[in-house]
């Protein structure tokens, strides 16, 4: 039934049209997703409310891969669901894999969005219940969750990786208090009240930074030719045979954090790529462009994508910022999302989830014929594409929100990001905390608002008890480590050589 | 290395501090019902205290120098020229305006930087400044600052 509401060629004009300029907003930073379909918004009330919302999945489905490339060629995450992509991504770049990386992640997603799409079919009302389950103790759980493991990411220093991560959650308390309305550490500058935003943090500390580390060396750093034809950039088929487990993986985990109000695809990608690398033969490879780390997160974030529709629809709550304004899109029409939509506006419903298939085969096919085409930008010498990255970067963070203060901040992040990938601290683990800060402390002050035991309740309740010992466990484990390895180096100097 | 740690523990400790103390003086720790705005940054502040002081004293109690992290010589003065020219733009942003500024930055980085010829500095700068003009301006009416020739 929803494809032959979908599949009319007017929609499917709106389908294409909304994957490219999707992809050409998502390579744009600073015009993340949200502010992307709330462009296209106002353009789609002219339609019928089913082509509208063809155009905004399919647009949706576009920025998502877009912030991808930007990632993978320059570092520049376009928006925090790609944060990990830069992690693999960009190396894969360096060593002349760029076109592997984006045919991977082109790939993933759509195994991850077309699998996403059966189980919406499947078991969207049985699953708005589940996530119902979900109170905040759960949500706080599964967040604290995502930060202890964060230092996975980080590769040989747990300390600097946590230092980066709790430095990350301080930031996230500037501005605001949304439960008592002080604005902290703003220090009266109106901009600061407003809090720190994600995206002139990273992009300075993941962009810039990287250009700054480039800029050291005469010729930067080096990208290493290959060949570009169409052959050329497609995965191998050892790349593929090391990515299939991951993009299953992904997309199963993508999917199920999805379903939970309020995480989303970032936490999806993050918790993903902590998954590759415990499950991976060679951890050692990540961070070094191992091919896994661009499979199972990109797979995680579409897969959450496309969860992310299931409490939305059936329970009216946005997983993310941009299905929140996709459900302002849903009300203007005089639509209420909710148990009863699937039963007054089937043709709807139906309509919509195929197209978010139809925009994930779109994406496919326009991706692969547009890779050769990204994958050559690189081919530039490094000494006109480092200006035009650093433009690219102040462009980005100024059109965000229209002010001179976000290129500032994006500029000390810069430094910020250059000076720790120098000491080996870890950017990403900053960012996720940044982004994940303010949900966890709301979800964290709501359960022990709720609570008559204090922090007991995280341990009272089953899913969040078993998250909470996770988290927990994911600390005390290398601190353990550490403090055994440190007490054997002790024991071994103290006894006489020889 | 060590010497970047020592300082970045110390500089970490100091502002962990000031974090814990600014959140009890000017936030409340805890409110009606349940825990206030104080909560959370006084006991992350507590965190990183400890963190910065396990990174202070292994780096005090190190040996080994490490390997310096800041480049000499014509790194250093390649990463001071291209931070200073950056940061030379944003400051002047309001003044120069996006699309102008953007072709003076790529014309002054192309050249003093890598001394690209003139008709390729040229070129680059003023396509940049285009593009940026189309998209950012005409197609996504991005208000851009502008200098006084208006543009």
Sequence with gaps: MGFSVALTPFNLLMATAGVIVGILIGALPGIGPPSGVALLLPLTFGMEPTSGIIMLAALYAGTMYGGTITSVLINTPGESASVVTCLDGHQMALQGRAGPALGIAAIGSFIAGTIGVVLLMLVSPALARWSLAFGPPETFALMLLGLTTVTLLTGDDALKGYISMVLGLMLAMVGFDIISGDARYAFGIPEMMDGMDFLPVAIGLFGLGEVLAGAEMAKGNAILQGRYGLRDVMPSATDWMRSRWAIVRGTVLGFSVGLLPGAGPTVASFLSYTVEKKASKHPQEFGKGAIEGVAGPESANNAAATGAMVPMLTLGIPGSATTAIMLGGLMMWGLRPGPMLFEKNPEFVWGLIASQYIANVMLLVLSTAFIPLFVRALRVPYTILMPLIIVFCITGAYSLKNNIWDVGQMLVFGVLGYAMKKLGYSPAALVLALVLGPMAERALRQSLIISDVGMGIFFLRPISAVLTVAALAAVAVPVARAVLAASRRRGAASRPAG | ?151
């Design chain 2, 1 to 151: 290395m060590r010497t970047a740690d020592r300082i970045a523990g110390a500089a970490l400790l100091a502002f962990a501090v000031a974090f814990c103390a600014g959140a009890l003086k000017n936030y409340t720790y805890s409110g009606p019902g349940g825990p206030g705005s104080a909560f959370l940054p006084f006991w992350l502040g507590v965190i990183m205290a400890v963190l910065a002081v396990w990174l202070l004293v292994g780096a005090l109690r190190s040996r080994d120098p490490g390997a310096a992290w800041l480049p000499r010589g014509e790194g250093l003065r390649r990463l001071i020229l291209v931070l200073g020219v950056t940061a030379a733009f944003v400051a002047l942003l309001k003044f120069v305006g996006m699309i102008l500024g953007t072709a003076l930055f790529l014309i002054v980085l192309m050249r003093v930087l890598d001394r690209n010829p003139w008709p390729l500095t040229l070129s680059v700068a003023a396509a940049t400044a285009g593009l940026n003009y189309l998209v950012f301006t005409y197609w996504l009416r991005v208000p851009f600052p502008v200098s006084v020739f208006g543009f």
